[in-house]
């Protein structure tokens, strides 16, 4: 099985390679339009600011070639919000392959800290990235923007408010959460991710 990690100028590419290694995998990092299409799976991963980094992928064509991939693709962080329609991340208009606009954290009391860093809890689990999951698990996230439940909503964590943990649409599945940084939890979903 050929993978491809979607390189570009965001951070955690590196960590999604060890992830995959761990689990037997030798990915293709790469951002060759070739590559990516040919690929089994692609993961578009991403640590980064929004508005910069699809200035990026609009100068490099990127945007185009990841909206017209076919086969799974699974967004992680950055990469997911890069995936909905908007991000109020330096306002920019984003993939647009889940329609729904990314949001940034408000705090409500003095807790409430933002980002949004450490390990949380999925909740209404609801796609094939979840496969074998009986309880509620623990992932790490690190985010200070968020994607509000919607018809996509494929998981759910609570912090301030309940967000979207992972989005599904058709062949697009999306983490909030940082599944190479989440232990056995993360490395069972990439599998199942890899299985889909």
Not at 173 to 189: C, D, L, M, N, W
């Amino acid at each position: 099985m050929k993978v491809a990690v979607v390189k570009y100028n965001a951070g955690n590419i590196r960590s999604v390679d060890y992830a995959l290694r761990r689990i037997g995998v030798e990915p293709v990092i790469t951002s060759d339009e070739a590559e990516l299409r040919s690929a089994d799976r692609v993961i578009f991963p991403g640590v980064g600011e929004a508005a910069t980094t699809m200035a990026f992928l609009l100068t490099s064509g990127l945007d185009r070639v990841i909206k017209d991939l076919h086969q799974p693709v699974l967004g992680i962080c950055l990469g997911m919000q890069l995936m909905c329609r908007y991000s109020e991340e330096g306002g920019v208009g984003c993939l647009g392959i889940f329609d729904v606009d990314v949001k940034r954290f408000v705090s409500e009391q003095h807790e409430d800290k933002v980002p949004h860093m450490g390990w949380n809890t999925l909740m209404n689990t609801n796609s094939a990235l979840f496969k074998g999951f009986d309880k509620e698990e623990y992932v790490y996230f690190v985010h200070s923007y968020y994607v509000p439940v919607n018809e996509h909503t494929a998981a759910e964590t609570r912090y301030i408010l309940p967000f979207s943990a992972a989005l599904h649409k058709d062949n697009f599945y999306a983490t909030q959460f940082h599944p190479e940084k989440s232990g056995s939890v993360g490395e069972r979903i990439l599998k199942n991710f890899l299985e889909l």
